[in-house]
């Protein structure tokens, strides 16, 4: 199985280890640019965007993510996670993100949906404080929407979701994401 690293600067990092690991991953809390090295693929979880951007600049993580990115090694952003990969925060992904666009932590749901690749009942997906992808380039795929909203899209090796696969226990997502990141190792 691949060797994959889950962003440990903040946020539900120990969910996705553990989801990870349950899949048979052998996973790294990457908290340095020297935990980058090696990897086959790296999830940057959900969280609080503004404390994770803090993080990575305190860290001097933004352009060893960037770079990491550019080798084409899978990566997989949930929630704050899509909100750090858009252009206004590291830069690497062609799409922007509305933060917050659901409302409020009083207004979290769940929906179920259809994404492709995934096979077998709809995906259920946790909203909690969820952004929505405003604007995005032409390479972007965009893979759900809610209310006409993109929550799911690819752009090359990049995979980002606005929601919390991890709190639903909802494991193909992380399962389509390791089978990309085994072939890297």
């Avoid at 959900?46 to 770079?67: H, K, V």
């Avoid at 009942?121 to 404080?129: D, G, H, K, N, Y």
Wanted: hydrophobic share 45%.
């Amino acid at each position: 199985m691949p060797l994959v690293g889950v962003l440990a600067l903040q946020g539900d990092f120990q969910a996705h280890s553990r989801m990870l690991r349950g899949l048979g991953a052998d996973v790294r809390e990457v908290r340095t640019p020297a935990d980058l090295e090696g990897l086959d693929g790296l999830v940057i979880p959900g969280g609080e965007s503004t404390t994770m951007t803090l993080g990575i600049a305190r860290e001097g993580l933004g352009d060893p993510l960037r770079e990491f990115a550019a080798t084409g090694t899978p990566v997989l952003g949930t929630c704050a996670g899509m909100i750090m990969l858009d252009r206004d925060h590291l830069g690497i992904a062609d799409w922007r993100c509305e933060r917050n666009a659901f409302g409020r932590q009083i207004r979290s749901f769940e929906a179920d949906l259809r994404i492709p690749g995934i096979t077998g009942p709809p995906v259920r997906a946790v909203f909690i404080r969820a952004p929505w992808i405003a604007e995005h380039g032409e390479d972007v795929e965009i893979l759900a929407s809610v209310d006409g909203h993109p929550v799911a899209a690819r752009q090359g090796n990049l995979l980002a979701i606005s929601f919390h696969p991890e709190i639903a226990g909802e494991a193909r997502l992380h399962e389509m994401f390791l089978r990309e990141a085994a072939v890297r190792a």
